[in-house]
Structure formats: C-alpha cells, structure tokens
C-alpha cells in the first residue's frame, strides 16, 4: 500500500492520529527532505526506514518504491510539509500506483493553502491555487494579470525575499482589490496582513518578511466584475 501523508505545516503537534499510525507502521517512508522528516518523526518517537523523494531523484527512486508496493510492503509518502503533490513531489508514484493497480489511499491533513484561504477573511467561495509564481519577471506579471481578471479567490505561493517585488509588479494590475499575505501558518509568528498591493508593499519594504507564504488575492466584488464586462459591450 502507497499511502500519501500530509505533514504539519509548521506547528508539529498539528498531525492526525491516523497519519502517525501510518508512519509507525511503515516498512519505508519516502520523504522530500530525510533530515527534516526525522525531526518529526523523533517528536512522536517513531523509528522507520527513511528513503529521499525528491524533485531531483524522483524519476528515478519512483520505480523502486513502485516495486516496494506491489511486493506488498506499505510506503509513506511525506513532503517537508502539507500535502504531497501539492507544489510538491509525487506525482509520479500515485500515477504509476493508479496506472497498475496497486493499492494506493491519501490522507486528510494540514494544508497550507486551504489554511490561508479560511484565515485570509475573504469568504470560503471558490478559489484559484496557482501554485508558486514564476520567479522570472514577465511570467509573474503575466500570472499576476490572469488572476486579476478572475472573478474567484487566487492563492499563490511566495518566497520572502520575492514578495515585495511581487506586490510590486501587482499594484498596477490589481488596483485597490484587497490581498492578504498569509506568513509562518500555524507558528509563533504567524500573520495575517490584508491590505491593497500597495499598501502590503509599504509594510514589507519597512519589515522585511520572513517564513513561508501565502498570498490570496480577494474575489471580485459583483461591481468589479461589471466593470471589467463593461469595455465589451
């Protein structure tokens, strides 16, 4: 049996029953990152076989740990944290799983983006994940345009270091919509900071941002959305 196992987002306490289970009962946990891993795995005292699941060795450790499964041994799939598959790898494994047959389940868990969706105060409605922005300038503004036009929620993934040019490159396209940078889910430090473009790119060039983040981009209002239909009628 595959079993995919989503994994605390930050806070390690946050992890089901049912996932620590799984990892106990694992003959091989195949994890994005073996040392990080470990220290969830040492937190809830479990000693398991660690193999490394990467975006750089993927293709090729896919196929043993296929070969794992249909031997009948029970694989956990794990990323750094959150769901697999998610802006995470993976996808090769399940494929392969469905594709042959072999028994293969996913488990409910921490999401980042579900977490910044509800906590953005946007409403729980329909959204757009995008996954991370392109780092290259003309494929985010391009990204940052699509969503503009979109009349849902959008979620991106960002790094620290690219926010501000990010919200940089959004103040045109978004104008006075309201985004929320969702930072550090579910830590210490964890913030929500809703605000326009703008004025997000005013705090954070003062206070340079650390952590993981979010960015949710608010749905259009029905006005917005008749403004935008408006130049072509």
């Not at 499964?69 to 799983?97: E, F, Q, T």
């Not at 969503?147 to 270091?161: C, D, K, L, T, Y």
């Not at 990010?166 to 605000?195: D, H, I, N």
Request: glycine share 10%; with cysteine; net charge neutral.
């Amino acid at each position: 049996m595959l079993t995919v196992v989503p994994t605390p987002i930050g806070n390690l306490a946050d992890i089901t029953l049912r996932a620590l289970e799984v990892l106990r009962g694992a003959d091989i946990i195949a994890a994005e990152d073996t040392t990080h891993t470990q220290r969830l795995l040492s937190r809830h005292e479990i000693r398991r076989p660690l193999v490394s699941y990467h975006e750089h060795n993927e293709e090729r450790r896919a196929p043993e740990l296929l070969e794992a499964v249909a031997s009948g041994k029970n694989v956990a799939l794990v990323s750094d944290a959150g769901m697999p598959l998610i802006s995470d790898p993976g996808y090769r494994l399940v494929h392969s799983c469905r594709e042959r047959g072999l028994p293969c389940t996913v488990l409910p868990g921490p999401s980042a983006v579900i977490t910044a969706v509800a906590g953005s105060g946007f409403g729980g409605g329909a959204f757009y994940f995008g996954g991370f922005l392109p780092v290259k300038s003309g494929g985010r503004g391009s990204a940052l345009r699509e969503a503009a036009v979109r009349p849902e929620m959008g979620v991106f993934f960002e790094s620290p270091h690219r926010l501000c040019k990010t919200l940089s490159a959004a103040v045109p396209v978004t104008a006075e919509r309201r985004w929320c940078v969702a930072r550090e889910l579910s830590k210490q430090f964890e913030e929500y900071r809703q605000g326009t473009a703008a004025e997000l790119l005013a705090h954070y060039t003062e206070h340079p941002p650390k952590g993981e983040i979010c960015l949710v981009l608010a749905p259009l209002t029905r006005r917005e959305e008749r403004e935008q239909l408006r130049p072509g009628l």
